[in-house]
């Protein structure tokens, strides 16, 4: 069955179409939570918020987008609140995470390639959730996500060129907040 | 050209926007700017450890768990949208209540008005006329007089009215 077929039934309360398009995008409302919190526990909680909330909105889905980008609104905009409500908590643990990698510099040379990795892929991730979280969704979208600057314009409701800019100015940010960890001479976490 | 505008094209260059008037500006700028080189390698960096190598998969039987949480919520909502409307209504309800009350103590009945018979028969569109015709379309004047004879004691008897509702 189509998707505007299966849209079309849920919307007059047939479960089961419902549940055609759950099986279609848990993966992918799943990942996008789980991009944008690192929590796979938390992601799982999230994704079923936001078919719920779908569900619950889907007497005013007008089939102006696709189903799949309005579905992504809901989802993005519903982390976003928990993230708005988590930023408190990740600037102590950034602060936390920030002490101690500082400490442990000698012993972070002598640790193997993927275990460096891995560290750095913590640290740019932990940086991230520290940034505002516009920029945060931004860069989930776009470079973790990999969707196209269009996609993203319909998903945040922004026009193209506030998402070229925006992206601009979280990279930017990323980098400033990532730079106290890059400048350690000779450090394994060196980019 | 200004590394700040150098920095614009580079974060371009990693979503492929670039025109090949704009690469080619980047490349030559980056070939003789090494603060621009250390950047390109720290954005580079930074962009591959953001790409996820290990995508987890939410819990099994997420339709299943998804299910009961809808008609728990259907059932709150409409709860929430008969709890809104009550909310709206008992005030309304209160002040036709209100409305009511004032209307019975403040405005006096009016005066109760008797009706004649011919003037319930007018109220019920009939000719109030009717029964007497036959009494003037009587040519012999002893039929008359015995037919007004008749309707007076009839009358009288209270029979007259069942005349009418028989009519009606």
Known sequence: ?191 | MKCKKIERLLLQSFDGLLKEKETEELENHIKGCFLCQEKRKQYQAILDSLKLKDWPEPKPYFWERLQPKLKEKQKYEAWLVWKTWSMRAIPVFLLLVLLLTAALVFIPPGDRVELSESGVLLLRNLNPLEETRTLFEEEKVENKNMMLIFYTVEEKNGNGSIYYEKQL
């Open chain 1, 1 to 191: 069955m189509e998707e505007k077929e299966l849209v079309r039934l849920s919307k007059e309360g047939d479960d089961e179409a419902f549940a055609a398009l759950v099986k279609k995008y848990k993966m992918k409302v799943f990942n996008l939570a789980y991009s944008l919190t690192r929590d796979a526990e938390m992601a799982d909680d999230l994704a079923q918020e936001a078919f719920i909330k779908a569900y619950f909105a889907l007497p005013k889905f007008r089939f102006r987008s696709e189903f799949g980008t309005w579905l992504y609104r809901i989802t993005v905009n519903h982390v976003r609140d928990y993230l708005r409500k988590k930023s408190r908590m990740n600037k102590m643990l950034y602060e936390g995470f920030k002490e101690n990698i500082l400490v442990q510099e000698d012993e972070w040379a002598k640790k193997e390639q993927a275990q460096i990795e891995k560290q750095r892929r913590k640290l740019v991730h932990q940086c991230l959730q520290v940034l505002p979280e516009n920029y945060q969704v931004i860069i989930t979208l776009r470079d973790i996500q990999g969707f196209s600057y269009e996609k993203i314009s319909e998903i945040l409701n922004i026009s193209p060129g506030t998402v070229d800019s925006r992206i601009h100015r979280a990279r930017k940010m990323l980098r400033k907040k990532i730079t106290p960890f890059l400048s350690q001479k000779g450090g394994s976490h060196e980019m």
